[in-house]
């Protein structure tokens, strides 16, 4: 009886103790950040989420995901909620062309921001 008594309360601290080492979250940075892609030019980006879970839109609420050669790109989810990639580089929206704009307004979701947030 002693024997399981003991056991019980060991198990009770270990519990404790490592309900108190859990990391807490850390919410990204709210003002937006200016980045300087490869080429010189520049982009205001926006953190979301926590360590966990995070990603990264425009300004204006477009997904976005920097690619290999380290340009942020429009990016969307796939069906498996993966984020895909796309070939158009990000920019301002003060600084996207006509096509540019026409491209993403057909192929982003706009407003992702607002969408997982709530």
Same mark, same amino acid.
């Given at each position: ?37 490869? *080429?010189? *030019? ?7 989420? *926590? ?32 984020? %895909?990639?796309?070939? %158009?580089?990000?920019?301002?929206? *003060? %600084? ?23």
């Amino acid at each position: 009886m002693k024997h399981s008594i003991l056991v019980v309360i060991l198990l009770t601290m270990c519990m404790g103790l490592n309900a108190q080492n859990k990391p807490q979250r850390v919410p990204a940075i709210k003002t937006p950040l200016e980045y300087v892609q490869p *080429d010189g *030019d520049t982009l205001i980006i926006r953190l979301h989420g *926590d360590e966990r879970r995070h990603y990264r839109t425009t300004v204006d609420g477009y997904l976005i995901a920097q690619n290999k050669k380290g340009y942020y790109c429009y990016a969307r989810y796939d069906r498996n909620g993966a984020t %895909k990639i796309t070939c %158009k580089k990000a920019h301002n929206a *003060d %600084k996207r062309s006509t096509s540019e704009q026409k491209y993403i307004e057909r192929n982003i979701p706009n407003k992702l921001t607002k969408q997982t947030e709530e």
